[in-house]
């Protein structure tokens, strides 16, 4: 019995040991796999997310809604009317570039291309003090628009084809045939801009009427017509074709550029135009009764 004992005791020893190696080695593995893990900041900090993340934040914060336009109510008038602020100033878009050092280095250019920058009547000359890389990042531009400057840019934005704009807004008044005529020359010429916005000097484009903006459609379909079919050395097609339309809300009058039509014959293109046509047509028949 003592023997038998003795033999049947054995295993039981040796399993006890392998029980005990195998819950050191499980201690050790969990031991060594909360070692790699990746350890949770708990200090997380606006400097610690991911670079992308950073941008994106910056990018939100820096989005100016109906900049350099203000509100203002009409008696009698149910909804507000926005017009050019004369108080507005870029650079207070520009701050976030004097929080610190690291903001300045990675948010600089992207402050640059979120802002609407604005040129004064006769300042256009500013332009041409700044650099290259700079005028690059500007994306939306407001401009006091002056026949005899405009006249001068032959097919960029004041004459500078490193700049390609988002968005080009003037301020203009439209009271002369003169004032019109240059802007038709303009659209048609102009290249690297995305969307022009017309809005009137004063208290919005209802300060000028939107009749204005009709007749100055008008003046647009005429010129193409002529350009294509009936000028000397016709076809002469625009750079881009605009596609337009009227913002009561923002009392602005918005041009988006597209690829120019294809040349055509002049009974294709009459049927193509017919539907601006008759909108011409029947806005100055409204206005005049």
């Not at 004064?120 to 290259?132: E, L």
């Not at 084809?161 to 988002?166: K, R, V, W």
């Not at 009936?230 to 009392?251: F, I, K, M, T």
Request: glycine share 4%; with cysteine.
């Amino acid at each position: 019995m003592h023997g038998l004992a003795l033999r049947l005791g054995a295993p039981r020893s040796r399993q006890l040991g392998r029980c005990s190696s195998l819950k050191s080695a499980n201690q050790a593995c969990r031991l060594t796999a909360y070692q790699t893990m990746p350890q949770v900041n708990e200090k997380t900090t606006f400097f610690t997310l991911p670079t992308e993340l950073r941008l994106e934040i910056a990018a939100y914060a820096l989005e100016q809604p109906d900049a350099g336009l203000t509100r203002q109510h009409r008696p009698g008038e149910k909804r507000d009317h926005f017009r050019v602020d004369s108080k507005y100033k870029p650079s207070n878009n520009l701050a976030i570039r004097l929080v610190c050092r690291q903001f300045n280095a990675e948010f600089f250019r992207l402050a640059i291309q979120k802002t609407l920058f604005v040129l004064p009547k006769d300042s256009t000359w500013v332009i041409h003090q700044q650099s290259d890389a700079l005028l690059r990042d500007v994306k939306k531009l407001r401009v006091h628009y002056n026949p005899g400057d405009t006249k001068r840019w032959e097919m960029f934005p004041l004459n500078k084809p490193c700049m390609h704009l988002d968005q080009l807004e003037l301020v203009i008044m439209l009271e002369d045939s003169k004032s019109r005529k240059a802007l038709v020359d303009l659209f048609r010429r102009l290249q690297n801009v995305k969307e022009i916005r017309l809005l009137a000097q004063g208290s919005g484009l209802a300060s000028w009427g939107s009749h204005e903006f009709v007749r100055l459609l008008g003046e647009v379909l005429k010129e193409d017509h002529y350009q294509r079919y009936d000028a000397p050395n016709a076809p002469n097609l625009e750079h881009s074709w605009w596609d337009w339309s009227y913002s009561d809300d923002l009392g602005q009058a918005i041009f988006v550029a597209q690829q120019p039509k294809p040349i055509m014959l002049e009974e294709d293109y009459m049927l193509l135009m017919k539907p601006n046509v008759d909108y011409v047509i029947e806005c100055m028949v409204s206005y005049s009764t």
